[in-house]
């Protein structure tokens, strides 16, 4: 009964680089090792984007620009609304089994709660940015402009993924359960499908326009979809949306994980 | 900072409300360093609640609760680094090995990296998790990942361990593998509160027992006292056939000198038998001279259900003299 001695007492507090690396190596390390994650999630991205490019690609008129084209970029861009609901899932799962009332008995601030867990989701939505933009070469998309055109909308997509996780972060601590997790990230279906990323806005009845024009997500695609043709218009919109996202939504994520 | 000479756990007028309803309502306690303190009580009784506070996780609506002296809400940041929670699910990585978890919450505690892996190593070796460090903790059984959850809990040298129903769901060998762990860290020297809907489990592991319901204290004092003053032992007969529980309940009675309840489904009679095993001798005797067939018969300690009753109703009692002497007894109106 000696060994509790071998065991000290840390003195002081873990900073926040620290305590955010190990919360995000912790949720990086179960995305890797669940394969419903980490696989499964790169599956179901291709599947919506098989059925898009050669289902409904067909029927669908993206004006002088073929569909493919058309879709990719856009896809990619709105990819963390598909993966989003994981991260609502992983965070109620959490605060369901425990997990973050373990964290919050321990003295971690908690800034680092919010932040590792956007570093590590942020990093499997690159995972998925990435796999995904893989496919949509492989079935017939090509870069309309230079590599560093690709580069920068590849940067903008990252930027999308890591605001969005923070907003599905924010989901996931309201939801009383997975379940309801689950459920409300079905909202982000909304802004994905009745914007410009699959079908041009022009092409939905005038009473359902307005929602289109004004809300994220038409500006954010429409941005990457510039960039990649060396233009930046739409560019300085999408990254206001970026900006007032965060600064609405990391508050209420560290006061809810407060009282979580 | 004088915090060493200050109660381990102060306790004043602490209330909780969640909407309409009230989990803790004005609840009074102070807990000395150096013992195991078990919180018992009936689900819903706020048990769950009061560990929350004390680990910082739900703030009182009103009163004043300190851990050695440092308040829970205006020194949450302090009181963190003294405690370690266990609350009553497993809250391990599944898909990260014991040491992985336990490195893990050793430097979230605080500790470097060398310092981690030594505290996880020690914690591994002091906890009897040798065979199964390296594996993912999914595969764990239920006691094995109780303990990884007790050792995670532990990684930072907590003053105060803070225990929330660590065997509920868990089979007896896994129940007493826990048990051996938690008695091994109090021998070693670490302050324990655990809550507990089980009477045996309190008897196994605490110093102190505090009884709760309804959100407030109705009894605390050294178990053996809360033992005496639940009452005697309870001899209880199964009787083989209906008709003769009436005549079972006579005879336990008249031994006993006291009330004995019938349960006329279960064919069941028992009483508080003050005079113990010679008691049952007695009973077993009469029980046979009146040709009474028995299908099961023996002495047994009380329930807690029984214990609460007992504790309910004397608290309800304006009459203190039932009390017995040592066991402070709170009664509803203070």
Redesign the interface.
């Known amino acids: 009964?000696?060994?509790?001695?071998?065991?000290?007492?840390?003195?002081?507090?873990?900073s926040m680089v620290?305590?955010s690396g190990?919360?995000a190596?912790?949720a990086l390390?179960?995305y890797i090792?669940?394969p419903g994650l980490s696989v499964m999630g790169v599956v179901q991205s291709v599947m919506f984007l098989f059925s898009f490019r050669y289902v409904f690609g067909g029927a669908i008129h993206a004006g002088a620009t073929s569909y493919v084209d058309f879709l990719v970029p856009a896809y990619v861009a709105s990819i963390v609304l598909f993966t989003g609901g994981g991260i609502a899932v992983a965070v109620a799962e959490d605060k369901v089994?425990?997990?973050t009332?373990?964290?919050?008995?321990?003295?971690?601030s908690r800034y680092s709660l919010v932040l590792g867990r956007t570093i590590a989701d942020s990093t499997t939505n690159v995972w998925s940015i990435l796999s995904t933009a893989a496919f949509g070469f492989l079935f017939g998309f090509r870069l309309p402009g230079s590599w560093q055109d690709g580069i920068a909308a590849f940067g903008l997509c990252v930027a999308y993924a890591v605001v969005f996780t923070i907003v599905f972060i924010v989901m996931g601590l309201f939801a009383p359960n997975a379940q309801a997790a689950q459920g409300m990230s079905l909202i982000a279906f909304v802004f994905a499908f009745i914007s410009s990323a699959y079908v041009p806005a022009t092409s939905m009845p005038g009473w359902l326009q307005p929602f289109s024009k004004y809300q994220p997500i038409t500006p954010m695609v429409d941005a990457v979809r510039s960039v990649l043709t060396g233009t930046t218009s739409d560019v300085g919109l999408a990254l206001a949306w970026c900006a007032l996202l965060v600064v609405v939504f990391t508050p209420i994520a560290v006061l809810r994980y407060r009282?979580a | 900072m004088r915090t060493d000479s200050r109660p381990l756990i102060e306790a004043r007028g602490v209330t909780v409300r969640f909407g309409k309803i009230t989990a803790l309502n004005r609840l009074e306690l102070t807990a000395e360093a150096g013992q195991v303190l078990a919180v018992l009580g009936p689900n819903g009784a706020g048990k769950t609640t009061f560990v929350r506070c004390l680990a910082t996780l739900v703030r009182p609506s009103n009163g004043e609760l300190r851990v050695r002296g440092q308040d829970v809400v205006r020194d949450a940041a302090r009181v963190r680094k003294d405690i370690g929670l266990a609350g009553q699910f497993a809250a391990v990585e599944p898909t990260m090995t014991g040491r992985e978890n336990l490195e893990m919450t050793a430097r979230l505690f605080g500790h470097g990296g060398a310092a981690a892996r030594r505290a996880a190593a020690a914690i591994i070796e002091q906890l009897d998790l040798d065979e199964v460090a390296d594996r993912r903790s999914s595969t764990y059984s239920g006691g094995q990942r109780r303990r990884l959850d007790l050792g995670a809990s532990l990684v930072g040298s907590p003053r105060l361990l803070l225990l929330d129903e660590p065997t509920t769901g868990l089979d007896p060998v896994s129940r007493s593998e826990v048990w051996a762990a938690v008695r091994g860290l109090a021998a070693a020297g670490t302050d324990i509160l655990l809550t507990t809907h089980y009477l045996d489990e309190a008897d196994q592991l605490a110093d102190q027992v505090v009884v709760i319901d309804h959100g407030r204290v109705i009894a605390a004092g050294p178990l053996s006292e809360l033992k005496a003053s639940i009452g005697q032992d309870v001899i209880e007969v199964v009787v083989s056939d209906a008709e003769q529980l009436s005549a079972a309940a006579l005879i336990v009675a008249q031994v006993t000198s006291g009330q004995a309840r019938q349960e006329p489904t279960g064919q069941r009679v028992s009483a508080p038998a003050p005079g113990g095993p010679g008691q049952l001798g007695e009973v077993i005797a009469l029980l046979a001279a009146a040709s009474v067939a028995v299908d099961e018969i023996g002495l047994r300690r009380p329930t807690l259900d029984e214990a609460f009753l007992a504790l309910t109703g004397a608290a309800d009692s304006t009459d203190n003299s039932l009390a017995p002497a040592g066991l402070t007894r709170i009664g509803s109106t203070s």
């Open positions: 009964m000696t060994a509790i001695g071998t065991v000290s007492r840390p003195a002081h507090s873990p620290s305590a190990q919360v190596l912790r390390r179960k090792r669940t089994q425990g997990f009332d373990r964290l919050l008995s321990l003295p971690v009282r």
